[in-house]
């Protein structure tokens, strides 16, 4: 899943597709060094942001979206109107880091949608979720949310096998409790469902090296992916398709 943020403030691609036509060719661009899917989303969620209103939302990806027709699109978003909107131009995949609790009419649209669905655990809201974060134990604590966010996503009519899972790196975890969340990958594969990761670029891969990192650097981002991939993991949710792919390609071979 390549990302594709058309948002000013992403904490690693922000301002680099504010122009729909430079979004939807880096867009065509990833599909074509192996991405599956082109993750599109107008909003960022990094830690310490603060949201944008529907309107600014829509005027973001919507100009990319109607660039991308044919392409195999998900749309990062935890907005109903958003999302609708998306589906209607052909997104196939609605991300939503709120695990349906952000909009109460995200989970209608998804299943009138008939659409695919990605389920991430959050703790908190991005703007303080950094701050205090907390478990009992982060792998069971992350799968238990994650099996109740399927539940209900499937008692609104969304088909169980339309959805994925994610532990959601970085969203009120330490970078110690998101090593631990892919260490013990299984526990969330045993809900069923196939797991998404999004390491690519990510502090928690930058603090390795330097406390003060707001960003991890390419390759300790491929060394992530393997590792995860190697516990299971299906689908990468990452800034350099390319890399990835070759990188997961390798892994693949040996495996
Ligand atoms: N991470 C980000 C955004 N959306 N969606 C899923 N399913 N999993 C993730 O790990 C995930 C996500 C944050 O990364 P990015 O989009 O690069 O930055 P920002 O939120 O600042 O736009």
Redesign the pocket.
């Known amino acids: 899943m390549g990302?594709v943020?058309v948002?000013p403030?992403?904490?690693?691609?922000?301002g680099a597709h504010m122009d729909p036509d430079v979004a939807a060719a880096a867009a065509r661009r990833m599909v074509e060094e192996g991405a599956a899917i082109v993750d599109v989303?107008g909003e960022?969620?990094?830690p310490g942001?603060e949201g944008v209103s529907l309107d600014e939302e829509l005027r973001r990806v919507i100009p990319v979206l109607e660039r991308l027709d044919g392409l195999p699109v998900s749309i990062?978003t935890a907005k109903s109107e958003v999302a609708r909107r998306a589906l209607a131009l052909g997104a196939e995949l609605v991300?939503d880091?709120t695990a349906l609790r952000g909009d109460p009419e995200l989970a209608g649209v998804v299943a009138d949608g008939s659409a695919y669905l990605?389920l991430?655990h959050m703790q908190g809201e991005p703007r303080t979720m950094q701050a205090h974060p907390r478990y009992d134990d982060v792998a069971s604590d992350v799968a238990a949310f994650l099996e109740e966010r399927l539940s209900f996503a499937v008692s609104a009519g969304i088909p169980e096998e339309r959805v994925c899972l994610?532990p959601?790196?970085?969203?009120g975890k330490t970078a110690a409790q998101n090593f631990e969340l892919i260490r013990r990958l299984d526990v969330l594969l045993a809900l069923g469902r196939p797991v998404?990761?999004?390491l690519?670029?990510k502090s928690s891969l930058g603090k390795l090296f330097d406390p003060e990192a707001r960003t991890g650097t390419l390759a300790a981002s491929l060394g992530a992916a393997v590792a995860a991939y190697e516990r299971g993991a299906s689908i990468f949710?990452v800034?350099d398709v390319r890399e990835h792919v070759e990188a997961l390609t390798a892994a693949g071979a040996i495996a």
């Open positions: 990302i943020n948002t403030d992403s904490f690693s691609d922000g989303g960022s969620t990094r942001s990062d991300n880091v990605c991430m994610d959601g790196i970085g969203f998404l990761v999004g690519s670029r949710r800034h």
